[in-house]
């Protein structure tokens, strides 16, 4: 009889046989109990976890003489059959072969006959996933729709692949890894099959390395037991695949705990030359290191650990912590990526553990923060208890000295300044043990009058105006505070003529005293020829002259737009009519701004004479120029345009 790998040999044939698809196999076995049998069926998950194999199972049971039965016999000659895989019924397609359209119409071809000798003509198709999109939407209509005696069974190991359309069509069964447990409890049957001595760590080894895979379990097993005869040892699995085994990965990393970095690159050295693989040597490394971190972690299940936690150094797990383990991981994690790339990967296992020798001094953030913030906390509970001694007696003695001369307030304030000075010189006085600037402490401070600092407030002596009004304004200003035949102060006068001085400042505070903008104003106003005898009556009776009708404009202007007021100063020949005020400008810009803040202007002047007033502005044309013409912009106009690179509208 022809050898067979055990992987065929111990391959599933009823559904209690499946190891770790318990759902599964429940599922299919109480459907076909209920006589409650889906058309279409979809397997997924990893490779070597039982889809193809329960394929055939659910086969046999709906194709079995005695069926259908959720426990197919496997002694008829349908059982037999579809085992061997010689049944016209049941067809096993590749779908990673038949990937193209022509095949599917094939099968859709195939599906009007029914069966030869079984109950079901079932279609097992393999890595479904590998159709092309055309064959997905030829095969749609027949999965939908198919004969009462034909049934689909899909498997992939890639359902993202699967479209949509497909899924929707069928029962969809997802199929897990194997537990390690129950792949070296399955190992273990078979070696007693073969009458072969295995240990249980050596077992263990295949399980681990399967990594949930049944075929995979089975075939490493095949492999071991080539080389090892009778007698599967963990020794021998070892050597013959070059492995590094916990005792050398002990001693490896005791000596980068003690900082041996001599004798850690003499053992790395000696490990390669007995042939291990540099790849190899980094993966047991980095299980090795994970591990440590379980068992800081307090996991001690040794399933995830690999062996049992008292093979594991005791030094390693006391003198690194987990955050260190931590970095120790993300080392080797990134060597495995950087040796694809380098000149040398010797070179970089070396630096690696040359920097492993060093990991007992690695102190991360959160310990440097920790540290910060107990020095912190020392540092504030020693200022906090001078602090209020010294802030204590300061009080005392205030309260001493307002007693024994109040009159005396100015000194006072400059004696308490000092000592809250020397208070402050004193609450932070640095602790015995910390470093100090010998420039910093010679440095001389003028003293605050505050505790926490800060400037004085400036005075506030601007007059509160809720409403800017007529009414607001008209009370600010008396016949006696103007004057015809005063001389302005030199340090207002204003040239009417020079373009280039600033008449208004739009950025001083708006709360300037109002008494001296109008003064100013009234200033500027005096240097303009004007008739003395002029006057004019406002709202209240009052005769004023118009000298003081412009200086009341432009105060309440200034308030509300400043920059109108600018223009409205370069007016000449005032005259007020029964029902206007009418003025005459020379520069055409002047005249554009004023056109189109008319109405404001007009809002002013009827408040102050308590009736619709209306305001011309005519332009003087000494050369005949008309508005449509290039408007001379003034200079300091040009310069904000530029610097705020704006347009004038």
């Not at 120790?328 to 920097?355: G, M, T, V």
């Not at 402050?424 to 402490?441: D, W």
């Amino acid at each position: 009889m022809s050898y067979e790998v055990t992987a065929t040999r111990r391959r599933p044939q009823h559904f209690d046989d499946l190891i770790g698809q318990e759902f599964v196999a429940e599922t299919l076995k109480n459907s076909i109990k209920s006589g409650k049998i889906a058309h279409a069926y979809l397997l997924s998950g990893p490779r070597g976890c039982g889809k193809t194999s329960t394929a055939r199972i659910l086969a046999k049971a709906l194709n079995c003489k005695n069926g259908p039965t959720d426990n197919p016999c496997g002694e008829c000659s349908n059982c037999k059959e579809i085992t061997k895989g010689t049944s016209l019924d049941v067809i096993e397609i590749d779908g990673a072969s038949n990937t193209s359209v022509e095949n599917i119409r094939q099968i859709k071809d195939e599906v009007l006959f029914p069966p030869n000798s079984c109950r079901y003509k079932i279609y097992i198709i393999d890595e479904v996933h590998m159709l092309s999109t055309s064959a997905f939407n030829a095969l749609l209509k027949t999965i939908e729709e198919p004969p009462p005696y034909v049934i689909f069974i899909f498997a992939t190991t890639e359902l993202q692949k699967v479209p949509a359309t497909i899924k929707s069509r069928c029962q969809q069964f997802n199929f897990r890894l194997v537990p390690i447990e129950k792949v070296k409890e399955c190992l273990k049957d078979a070696a007693n099959e073969l009458n072969i001595q295995a240990e249980d760590e050596a077992l263990f080894w295949i399980a681990r390395e399967s990594t949930g895979s049944m075929r995979d379990a089975y075939t490493l097993f095949d492999q071991i037991v080539s080389f090892s005869g009778s007698s599967i040892t963990y020794e021998k699995i070892k050597n013959k695949l070059g492995l590094v085994g916990i005792d050398q990965l002990n001693t490896l990393f005791e000596l980068c705990v003690s900082k041996k970095t001599d004798e850690v690159l003499l053992s790395i050295n000696e490990t390669l030359q007995n042939g291990i693989s540099i790849e190899q040597f980094i993966s047991n490394c980095t299980s090795y290191i994970r591990s440590l971190l379980f068992i800081k972690c307090g996991i001690e299940k040794e399933s995830l650990l690999g062996n049992k936690k008292d093979n594991y150094s005791s030094l390693i797990i006391n003198e690194w912590n987990s955050i260190q383990l931590e970095r120790a991981l993300s080392i080797f994690l990134q060597l495995y990526r950087d040796i694809r790339y380098s000149i040398s990967p010797k070179f970089e296992l070396e630096l690696a553990f040359s920097r492993l020798c060093w990991l007992s001094d690695y102190v991360s953030n959160v310990e440097v923060k920790k540290a910060i913030d107990a020095a912190q906390n020392l540092l504030l509970n020693h200022s906090d208890a001078k602090s209020i001694n010294h802030i204590s007696e300061v009080s005392h003695q205030e309260m001493r000295q307002e007693t024994i001369d109040s009159r005396e307030s100015t000194e006072q304030t400059e004696q308490s300044t000092e000592t809250v000075r020397k208070t402050h010189t004193e609450i932070n006085h640095v602790p015995q043990g910390l470093p100090t600037f010998e420039i910093l402490s010679q440095q001389k401070e003028t003293p605050t009058p505050f505790l926490d600092g800060g400037a004085l407030p400036p005075d506030n002596s601007v007059q509160n105006i809720d409403n800017h009004s007529a009414e607001a304004i008209k009370q600010t200003f008396s016949n006696d505070d103007w004057s015809n035949t005063e001389t302005p102060p030199d340090d207002v006068y204003y040239n009417k003529d020079d373009e280039d001085s600033s008449d208004y400042d739009q950025n001083s505070d708006i709360s300037d005293n109002f008494q001296n903008l109008a003064d100013s104003y009234e200033s500027k106003i005096q240097q303009q020829p004007t008739i003395l005898d002029e006057k004019v009556i406002i709202d209240d009776g009052r005769e004023i002259s118009v000298q003081q009708l412009k200086g009341n404009i432009y105060a309440t202007l200034a308030i509300i737009d400043g920059f109108t007021v600018t223009a409205l100063e370069k007016t000449e020949n005032w005259k007020v009519n029964s029902n206007s005020l009418e003025a005459t400008i020379k520069n055409a810009y002047d005249f554009a701004v004023l056109e189109k803040k008319k109405n404001t202007i007009q809002e002013v002047i009827s408040k102050i004479f308590g009736k619709n007033m209306n305001f011309i502005i005519n332009l003087k044309d000494n050369t005949n120029e008309k508005l449509d013409k290039i408007i001379e912009i003034p200079k300091q106009v040009a310069i904000i345009c530029d610097l705020f690179k704006g347009t004038i509208l």
